[in-house]
């Protein structure tokens, strides 16, 4: 701005001021460059017309066929791959060679592939990341572009940034520390902003911070990709952080939607805490889940009856995820009932890894379990817990594979006529129990929903079909709502109108197979009415910038989608 508050439109003010120049700003190139541009290239679906006008006679085949006989055909060799990285390695590699074409396959077999772009097969892609390295994909910053960031995000083609994803790679799923590798994740996530939510692909920025890693088989791994030290922490961690989160205000400005992705909990909270008042900042490990879950919870109510103030709740796993869910279903109770949000949180219970937490042990406790810990004898297992609060809802947020144990189950259905049992850990080796487990030893009479897929399970005659309490249902649709209400703050009430927008959506229909969750194949209809609900809230809030206020959001959200059908050039 110059003095005096007058825009710098024609920027006389910076005209002086060294410009990087970046070289690789072009419109839509001919022959074989077009070829070679993942943005523009359609393959042998070129016209003869097309093939004319860009210089592409004879560097294609003569045949010409049709995006949808593409698809068919990339389909048909997907399946043909036995290995599950193996499909991730080409989906990849389709998206480097003709973006359009990899988002309508990911639009039109969403429940197939989705497994495979995302969460179990991409916790596997980043563990061998180093090894199936082929083109970088996003930015990546270390240690080392200390006080160059701004130069380093000015190095980025693409001026109009409207989401980045950016995780350290610390807390990688539930595998752990990855490093460098963990940029499977924000790629991961961003390919599903653009096809389930409808962002722009070149709108989307992917980041990895690296700061090293205490990964040693990845420090001795000959093929690792990231800075071979152990993780910077304290201050020369924060000040990296703080440089990256002022350079991304300063080159994208105020309305670019920042989602921290699998931070280890104790930068999580911090990180989110820290920069929610002067950035828009979005945390999915702990805001993510727990709008996505407290929609499951509201649709299981339709199911067992009562209203959220009615259970009591507990938890196996007190980090970023189950502390994040707790707090989602205390405010929503809250607001529902006149009851304070410190009344609300006495009915739900957390047990971690040294028990459950209670007054006693509230000294030794880190700050964002605190508000948790509650009057109560020490119990030192799951199990015990349970025989002694009697849950309606149990929740598992743990890591940690097999810990609802056939006893757990079965005293969860001893006391409940329709026990809600989400075992939300990924990936799937990691879940707390199976749905078979859940199902079986409930005897059929579980309300079960998992972090990753699960096939559906015969019982007795009958089939149940587990729903899956998957981040991807609610943060494209949040995203997509943030960018068109162009929003500068995330506040509770959006994460709260996510939830219930969710929970509208499934059917009576749904609830007769068992669902509380909708099917994935009406995902991007889902993301575009949770996208109005959250517009809607922004502009109730005073938080949304870009005006006036849309009559009908929903069809405005519609019309802002992205769709990967082929333009036709001249």
Known sequence: MAGGGVEDAYGEDRATEEQLVTPWSFSVASGHS???????????????????????????????????????????????YTVPLQRYIAMMDLQERNERLFYKLLIDNVEELLPVVYTPVVGEACQKYGSIYRRPQGLYISLKDKGKVLEVLKNWPERSIQVIV?????????LGDLGCQ?????????????????????????????VGTNNETLLNDEYYIGLRQRRATGDEYHELLQEFMTAVKQNYGEKVLVQFEDFANHNAFDLLAKYSKSHLVFNDDIQGTASVVLAGLLAALKVIGGGLVDQTYLFLGAGEAGTGIAELIALEMSKHTDLPVDDCRKKIWLVDSKGLLVESRKESLQHFKKPFAHEHEELKTLLEAVQSIKPTVLIGTSGVGKTFTQEVIEAMASFNE??????????????????????????????????????????????????????????????????????????????????????????????????????????????????????????????????????????????????PLYRSYR
Not at 38 to 62: T, V
Not at 473 to 486: A, D, K, N, R, T
Not at 513 to 539: C, E, Q
Request: aromatic share 8%.
């Open 34 to 80: 077009l070829l070679r541009d993942p943005r523009h290239n359609k393959g042998l679906a070129f016209s003869e017309a097309e093939r004319d006008a860009h210089y592409l006679r004879g560097l294609l085949p003569p045949a010409i066929v049709s995006q949808e006989h593409q698809e068919k055909k990339i389909m048909h060799n997907l399946r043909q």
């Open 418 to 563: 329709k026990p809600v049992i989400f075992s939300l850990s990924n990936p799937t080796s990691h879940s707390e129990c199976t749905a078979e487990e859940a199902y079986t030893w409930s005897k059929g009479t579980a309300v079960f929903a998992s972090g990753s897929p699960f096939d559906p399970v015969e019982y007795e005659g009958k089939t149940y079909v587990p729903g899956q309490s998957n981040n991807a249902y609610v943060f494209p649709g949040f995203g997509l709502g943030v960018v068109i209400s162009g929003a500068i703050r995330v506040h509770d009430d959006m994460l709260l109108a996510a939830s219930e927008a969710l929970a509208e959506q499934v059917t009576q229909e749904n609830f007769d197979k068992g669902l509380i969750f909708p099917p994935f194949t009406n995902i991007r209809k889902i993301s575009a009415n949770i996208a109005a609900k959250v517009a809607a809230k922004a502009y109730d809030l005073g938080l949304a910038s870009r005006l006036p206020r849309p009559d009908d959001l929903v069809k405005y959200a519609e019309s802002c989608m992205y769709t």
């Open 182 to 210: 963990g940029m499977g994740i924000p790629v991961g996530k961003l390919s599903l902003y653009t096809a389930l939510g409808g962002v722009r692909p070149s709108a989307c920025l992917p980041i990895t911070i690296d």
């Open 166 to 174: 950016v995780t350290d790679g610390e807390r990688i799923l539930g």
